[in-house]
């Protein structure tokens, strides 16, 4: 119980800040449904936003976040402050320098990257890629500030970052789009402005701390034995976020020959997603990295494999019973949060059909963000990389067959089971290590499978009441006449699945329980 309790108590600030993070990013997905829908306008911003994210992943998230945080923990335990100091100099010059070059070549390449997703506004598409590649590099510094401060056990500055990105693109995206010509171009310039803020708040949180760094030359800054051990770490892992992210690519691809508003479509169903996700697993996650990296430095496995049990239950608990909730309300809260102006009954038709078949992989996604973190803390990148070159391979062969026929649903039924396949072999690698014990696999089944059966059985009563709900407040805005019923949905729904976990009583629920009770 102190495990789970440790866990909740040092991601429950993280979480809160997440939860805002991504409501505004919701706010921000409502103002871009509301001026640019499902339009051409739409898919074009899509794809122009998601090429330097997808770098943005593999540079930052994927390359600090497992590489960085180890070595860094490392350093702190065996080094003194000169050789943290050089250390930190040397992975922010290599840094910077990769990142700048990846800008640069990536504006001068915007045009025959854009060819790749035949869209009708191509030269808009182009510009708007140029307008926002420069944002990859402010994020990656971002991420390295991020890593510094979640090694010491720092993570409210890097939890509150998101929100300003969030800010910016909803301020921008009215306040200059008269200006500049669109709102499409006008929230370009809100990523990019929100970016920088991203790296600017944290960086008085690590003078603060005591951590300092500067420019070395480029030599020096690769030779230095921390970006050695660092590259290394990196090598494997950019293979494996490269076909990780490959996914997004390819799926976008596809689905910007699928037709006018399947991208968009599923970049709204995948923001939904998200929002779920980002609240807990994210969180969960990111906590977990450092504890983990330090427990296998001092091989505390006891602690280690408790931290992983927990994380597990925690993320199961969490995901199945709102799994099944969004899959039944999934049309209700589109109208809810999307519908209107620019987002027509097509949009919703569109947005609902991917995110059924987005939902079921809400579980695997968020087990995958904190099995990955249990490897790179044994400075293993390998294991997850094969992981994700296979859902990789499975998600593009699976995504080309359907997205002709099933356009959106195809897609998006493809991601979830390349999702479930990572998280299959991801558990199966971690049972081959002999220091980690993460049980038998019957137990976990057993234990998801009733949740999914409590899940069912308290979805009955919400079939039963929907429709009747729906009809009682036609007439009223669509905040009411979708709100209202979504609220009342999930209390039922929550109510029951609660009384029943109670009444067999889980041992999850219990301890849940207990630590309320405690704090």
Excluded at 223 to 228: A, D, I, Y
Aim: aromatic share 12%; charged share 15%.
């Amino acid at each position: 119980m102190a495990t789970i309790r440790s866990i909740l108590r040092h991601g429950s600030t993280l979480s809160l800040l997440t939860m805002i993070s991504r409501v505004l990013g919701l706010l921000r997905e409502m103002t871009k449904a509301r001026l640019l829908g499902t339009t051409a306008l739409s898919d074009t911003f899509s794809v122009a936003f998601m090429i330097p994210n997808l770098f943005r992943r593999l540079f930052a998230e994927g390359s600090i976040a497992v590489a960085f945080i180890p070595t860094f923990k490392k350093c702190i335990v065996e080094d003194s402050k000169d050789e943290i100091r050089n250390f930190l100099s040397c992975v922010f010059t290599f840094l910077t320098f990769l990142v700048t070059a990846a800008v640069v070549i990536g504006i001068l390449l915007s045009p025959l990257i854009v060819s790749l997703f035949g869209l009708k506004e191509f030269d808009e598409t182009v510009l708007l890629t140029r307008i926002m590649f420069p944002f990859l590099a402010f994020i990656s510094i971002a991420a390295f500030f991020q890593g510094i401060l979640n090694s010491i056990g720092v993570f409210t500055p890097s939890g509150a970052a998101p929100i300003l990105l969030n800010i910016m693109m909803i301020v921008c995206a009215y306040a200059l789009k008269d200006l500049v010509g669109n709102s499409a171009r006008a929230m370009a310039i809100g990523v990019l402005i929100g970016g920088f803020l991203e790296a600017g708040i944290q960086l008085p949180f690590i003078m603060k701390k005591g951590f300092s760094f500067f420019f070395t030359s480029i030599q020096k800054a690769v030779k230095h034995p921390g970006t050695q051990t660092i590259l290394k770490l990196i090598g494997p892992t950019v293979v494996g976020m490269a076909a990780y992210q490959l996914n997004d690519l390819a799926s976008t691809a596809l689905a910007g020959n699928a037709g006018q508003g399947v991208v968009s479509s599923l970049q709204y169903s995948l923001r939904l997603q998200e929002l779920i996700l980002g609240v807990f697993a994210v969180s969960i996650g990111t906590v977990l990295l450092p504890d983990f990296a330090e427990y296998a430095k001092t091989n505390n496995w006891n602690m280690f494999n408790a931290r992983l049990q927990s994380a597990v239950n925690i993320i199961a608990f969490i995901t199945v019973p709102i799994t099944f909730f969004a899959i039944c309300q999934g049309e209700t809260l589109i109208r809810l949060l999307f519908q209107g102006r620019s987002f027509t009954e097509e949009s919703v038709a569109l947005t609902k059909t991917a995110f059924t078949f987005h939902a079921p992989a809400l579980l695997f996604i968020a087990l995958n963000r904190i099995l990955a973190p249990a490897f790179y803390a044994q400075s293993d990148t390998k294991s997850p990389t094969l992981a994700g070159i296979i859902s990789f391979a499975v998600n593009i062969a699976l995504a080309s067959v359907m997205a002709r026929k099933f356009r959106g649903a195809g897609i998006a039924f493809a991601l979830t089971v390349a999702s479930a396949i990572n998280t299959i072999l991801l558990f199966y690698f971690l049972k081959k290590k002999p220091f980690i014990q993460i049980g038998g696999v019957l137990k976990p089944i057993l234990y998801i499978a009733k949740l999914c059966l409590f899940s069912m059985i308290a979805l009955i009563p919400v079939l039963l009441l929907n429709q009747k709900m729906l009809t009682l407040f036609v007439g009223y805005n669509r905040f009411v006449h979708h709100g209202f019923p979504f609220v009342i949905a999930a209390s039922v729904f929550f109510s029951i699945e609660l009384a029943l976990l109670i009444l067999t009583k889980d041992v999850q629920t219990r301890k849940l329980i207990s630590i309320v009770k405690f704090r």
